[in-house]
C-alpha cells in the first residue's frame, strides 16, 4: 500500500542551526516525490520536487532534498535556519499517472531565537 | 508561478443546508483537480480526484453524494457539501494539476474554513 511516513511531528531547532526533517515512503511505482511548507492560515507551498535525475534537489528558501531509493527516503535539509522557517512541512508521493497523492503527516517546526 | 483560488476563504453555515466552494486557476488551464480535507492539526487527506468534463473519483469511504464535485470548465471545479452536519467542519483545500516536461506539479488554493453549527 501506498504511504508517507514523517515520524517527527514536531521539531524544534535554534535559529541558524542546521534542519533535517524525515519522510519516508511506499510507493508501488516510480514515486515523484514532493516537499510542502504550510505556513498558519495559508495553503501549501511548493518546496522542492524530485522526478528523476539527480538525487539532490535544490529548492526554494534554501532547502534542498535527497532521494535515497534504497532506503526510501526523501529526507528534507537545510543548512541554516531562520525564524522564518517556522512551519508545518509536508513530504508527498505521487504516480507519474498524475493522480493520488498521498502526503505524509507533517512535522511542525519551531525556531528558537 | 500559477495560482490558484478558494471562494469563500471561510463560510458558517447551519446544519441541513448546503455548501458551494470554488476552486480557479487564475492562469493555467487544468484539467485535473483535487478536493482535500485537512482536519487541525493533521494531514490532508485526498477526498477526491476532479477531471474535466467527467464524473469526480472518489476515495474510498467520501460520500459522494454528501460531497458533490463538478469540474465544468478547465479552469472551475467545485465542491458542494449537501445537507451539512457539524462533523463536517473542516478545512477543505483544493489543487490544480499543470503538466511540466518530465512531470507535473500541483498547485494549491488557499483552502477554506467551513464552520457548521
Known amino acids: 500500500a501506498q504511504s508517507v511516513t514523517q515520524p517527527d511531528i514536531h521539531i524544534t531547532v535554534s535559529e541558524g542551526a542546521s534542519l533535517e526533517l524525515r519522510c519516508n515512503y511506499s510507493?508501488?511505482?516510480?514515486?515523484?516525490l514532493f516537499w510542502y511548507v504550510q505556513s498558519p492560515g495559508q495553503g501549501l507551498q511548493l518546496l522542492l520536487k524530485y522526478f528523476s535525475g539527480d538525487t539532490l534537489v535544490q529548492g526554494i528558501k534554501g532547502f534542498e532534498a535527497e532521494f535515497k531509493r534504497s532506503q526510501s527516503s526523501f529526507n528534507l535539509r537545510k543548512p541554516s535556519v531562520h525564524w522564518s522557517d517556522a512551519a508545518e512541512y509536508f513530504c508527498a508521493v505521487g504516480g507519474y499517472n498524475f493522480n493520488k497523492f498521498y502526503f505524509g503527516s507533517g512535522t511542525k517546526l519551531n525556531v528558537k531565537p | 508561478g500559477a495560482v490558484v483560488s478558494q471562494h469563500p476563504s471561510r463560510v458558517i453555515c447551519k446544519s441541513g443546508t448546503s455548501v458551494k466552494i470554488e476552486c480557479r486557476s487564475l492562469d493555467f488551464q487544468a484539467t485535473t483537480m483535487f478536493w482535500y480535507r485537512q482536519f487541525p492539526k493533521q494531514s490532508l487527506m485526498l477526498m477526491a480526484t476532479s477531471n474535466e468534463g467527467s464524473k469526480a473519483t472518489y476515495e474510498q469511504g467520501v460520500e459522494k453524494d454528501k460531497f458533490l464535485i463538478n469540474h465544468a470548465s478547465l479552469t472551475l471545479s467545485t465542491l458542494t457539501v449537501t445537507s451539512a452536519h457539524p462533523e463536517d467542519s473542516s478545512f477543505y483545500i483544493c489543487?490544480?494539476?499543470?503538466?511540466?516536461?518530465?512531470?507535473?506539479?500541483?498547485?494549491f488554493g488557499p483552502g477554506t474554513r467551513l464552520t457548521v453549527t
Open positions: 489543487s490544480a494539476l499543470s503538466a511540466l516536461a518530465g512531470g507535473y506539479e500541483q498547485y
Open positions: 510507493y508501488g511505482a516510480t514515486p515523484y
